[in-house]
């Protein structure tokens, strides 16, 4: 018997709008992160980053993704039938996220459309806008998930 | 005095194609990635992994990014006048990355032009792909960088 999920295709209305997540980005997060993967001065290095056209420590693009992710999973993608991403269009750094700035992410359902050529799955495309605590916002981009569709999920 | 890099604007010529990098990606790092920011199932657990439409665990697609992104820090972009991204387009995840896969970046430079918004800054657009061991690419996009240009960098 397959799994039985909380959220399938059909719970993805285009025009729905939702706030995930708030978490507070910590220059010690900041660092960790760049450290391991983007490791460019004004990510890394306060000094250099007061140095640079920042003025301060930023965020990695990269990170401020991976918590966008991690805010989307935590709300309802783990409860979710995804069977994944095929990508992401229109990726737009902003603002920069500097220690302290508590993101959130506000989800638009874009599209939902049955997929001709996977019998039982569609696909969801959400606009994704990080804002931070003044209502900045951040980043922004499309987003594309396939989930299952619950009347064919079992 | 500002700081010398070896790398400027003028440096990235549109046409010009290098490949960067050469990691493997173990089963351990894709599941500590995951369990920070990406917890989906196809991501963390191997039996649940097993029985997703993947066959077996399968890496975040921003621990992809991620890791491509640390591939071009090591091969230059440390060493260059960059001051950062405006964003990214048309991101695909081509194909599932495996515990096991070593990837390497091909990076084709599509552009590159002067900021009129930004005097001495030049924009440059990569398309960047990046390629598992069976020359299979697994991730491809578009990056926009921000570099200093060299004749007016003093």
Redesign the interface.
Known sequence: MAKEYKYYWEDFVPGSVQEVGGVEVTKEAIIEFAR???????HVDEEAARQ???GGLIA???HT???A??MI?DAF??EAA????????????LKPVRPGDVLRVRLTVLEARPLASKPGIGLVRHRWEVLNQNDEVVME?EGAVMFRRRQMAS
């Open positions: 391991q993967y983007d490791p460019q001065p004004f640079s056209p920042y990695s693009g990269w993704c991976a918590l992710m991690r999973c993608m783990l995804s069977v994944g991403s095929p990508g992401i269009d229109n990726l737009r750094w981009m």
